[in-house]
């Protein structure tokens, strides 16, 4: 590209979303920086994705040490260093945000440490100094979104952030405010360490957007795990006392209020879009009233030589859709005929087992006009989930009737993230549940219940009974 521009490319924050537009666009042979005013990989690696998961891990395995009595194997005691727990999972984020440094470096991209403002629409200033560019990617992500009432002082009141430090002693009750993915992954992980922890969701129903049958069965789970689930309750406020956080909660069909007392309470009510300091409106960019910034199938804002992607952009909020819209809007800016067409954008619970899911949910397919056969597959039928000691759960294909076409896949069982890449490409070949019935699956594997549900959706599964 030939300008007068210092870059090509500048990449307003480096996490998901901008470390993969920066390295696509510098592979692509764009000048490209990318200007980051906090930890490089962003909120999925420092404070997201990446220590959730080592939690759940580290949570799961002491879980998993007491259920192993049941083929006899005991441990005299199972204790648990949490100083060293969060020193591993912080160490992990090390690595992997070391990792992103690194990649910038080998592929030639400028990394500008600072906060990115808008000057016009062809400069931004990092920490009072000017760089110009032919094109910029907004990739400022999101904040957790606050709760009037219940302030945040990552201690006793955690969001997010301050729930991934886990304290010692680990609490004795712990209230998670809202019950969507966040606020199930630290439920789990607070359940399985020792806390006794109650969910509230203002909704009738949790994680919303998820197939309903899905949910119950995945509820339910949680629920035999020992986590209670309240529904329809909202926290009014929370006031520190000397024997803890006490909580006003609301019954919101009936207006009935109690006050419970917990040691740690975490706000989990979702995500805002991230545009404090930038400046858009100097560049002329549209930022919507909830503080998104919308861009076009090619990521493109109302100014075209300006694109969003990520969280600030659209939801869902997920690290996934955040990569893909990056290397959409590095391509586009490189000439390539790019656009964000994914008929299947994956959701995922971490939980053990796992909530998963791909494509349409049953509702989602009728409401669409789609006439629909289902096919389920319990995973107390399968003899790897057997061997794993995790029965619970289902594989739920929704078909199209006539066509037998895959419309969705929902999975509650171990691994399910793992089962859901096969789901995805199905989703995105536009696969028949005939072809994956017919696809040899290795046995015995967790990924076989893919195609007894698809048998089951022609009512010919081999180990279960149809009906
Ligand atoms: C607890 C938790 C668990 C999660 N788990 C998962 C999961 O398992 N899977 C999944 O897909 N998603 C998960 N997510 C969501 C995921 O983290 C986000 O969807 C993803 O990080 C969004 O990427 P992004 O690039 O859009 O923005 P971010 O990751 O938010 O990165 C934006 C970056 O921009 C920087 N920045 C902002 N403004 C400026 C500015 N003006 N100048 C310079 N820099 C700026 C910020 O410092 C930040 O580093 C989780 C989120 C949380 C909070």
């Known amino acids: 590209?030939?300008?007068?521009?210092?870059?090509?490319?500048?990449?307003?924050?480096?996490?998901?979303?901008?470390?993969?537009?920066?390295i696509r666009a510098a592979q692509l042979g764009l000048k490209t920086a990318c200007v980051e005013r906090g930890a490089v990989g962003g909120v999925c690696l420092n404070i997201g994705c990446i220590p959730t998961k080592a939690l759940l891990h580290a949570a799961e395995m002491v879980h998993a040490s007491h259920r192993a009595a049941e083929f006899g194997l005991t441990f005299a005691d199972t204790n648990l260093n949490i100083a060293k727990l969060n020193g591993w999972k912080d160490g992990i984020v090390k690595k992997l945000t070391g990792g992103v440094s690194g990649l910038f470096k080998a592929n030639k991209v400028t990394l500008l440490t600072g906060q990115a403002s808008f000057v016009d629409d062809h400069t931004v200033s990092v920490d009072g100094k000017n760089y110009t560019a032919a094109h910029f990617i907004i990739a400022t992500g999101s904040d957790p979104a606050k709760l009037p009432g219940l302030d945040v002082d990552q201690d006793s009141i955690v969001d997010s952030t301050g729930a991934l430090v886990m304290p010692d002693p680990v609490p004795a009750r712990m209230l998670c405010v809202g019950g969507g993915v966040i606020g199930f992954e630290f439920a789990q992980v607070y359940n399985n360490l020792g806390s006794k922890v109650k969910i509230i969701e203002f909704l009738p129903s949790v994680i919303p957007g998820a197939d309903a049958d899905a949910v119950k069965e995945f509820a339910k789970v949680m629920s035999k795990q020992g986590i209670e689930i309240v529904t329809q309750m909202k926290a009014n406020r929370a006031e520190k006392k000397a024997d803890g956080v006490h909580v006003e909660l609301e019954n919101v069909k009936t207006g009935e209020k109690t006050t419970e007392v917990f040691d740690r309470v975490l706000v989990a009510v979702g995500r805002r879009p991230r545009t404090d300091g930038l400046n858009a409106e100097k560049a002329g960019v549209t930022v919507t009233e909830r503080g998104f910034i919308p861009a076009d199938k090619q990521q493109r804002t109302n100014v075209p030589h300006i694109f969003s992607i990520g969280d600030v952009a659209s939801n869902p909020m997920l690290a996934h859709k955040a990569m893909k819209e990056g290397l959409v809007a590095a391509e586009v800016i490189a000439g390539?005929?790019?656009?964000?067409?994914?008929?299947?954008?994956?959701?995922?619970?971490?939980?053990?087992?796992?909530?998963?899911?791909?494509?349409?949910?049953?509702?989602?397919?009728?409401?669409?006009?789609?006439?629909?056969?289902?096919?389920?597959?319990?995973?107390s039928a399968s003899g790897r989930a057997m061997t794993l000691q995790s029965t619970d759960g289902f594989v739920k294909m929704v078909v199209e009737k006539d066509t037998d076409l895959l419309l969705g896949v929902h999975i509650v069982a171990p691994h399910a993230s793992d089962m859901l890449a096969e789901a995805g490409l199905a989703l995105e070949m536009a696969a028949t549940a005939t072809d994956i019935s017919l696809t040899i699956h290795a046995h015995p594997t967790l990924g076989e219940s893919m195609l007894e549900a698809a048998e089951a959706a022609h009512k010919q599964a081999i180990h279960i009974v149809n009906r």
Do not use: C, R
């Open 1 to 22: 590209m030939t300008n007068n521009f210092d870059y090509d490319v500048l990449v307003i924050g480096a996490g998901p979303g901008g470390y993969h537009a920066a």
């Open 336 to 379: 390539k005929p790019a656009e964000q067409d994914a008929v299947a954008i994956p959701g995922v619970v971490y939980t053990s087992p796992e909530l998963a899911w791909v494509g349409l949910t049953e509702q989602e397919a009728k409401d669409k006009g789609y006439e629909v056969k289902t096919g389920v597959f319990p995973m």
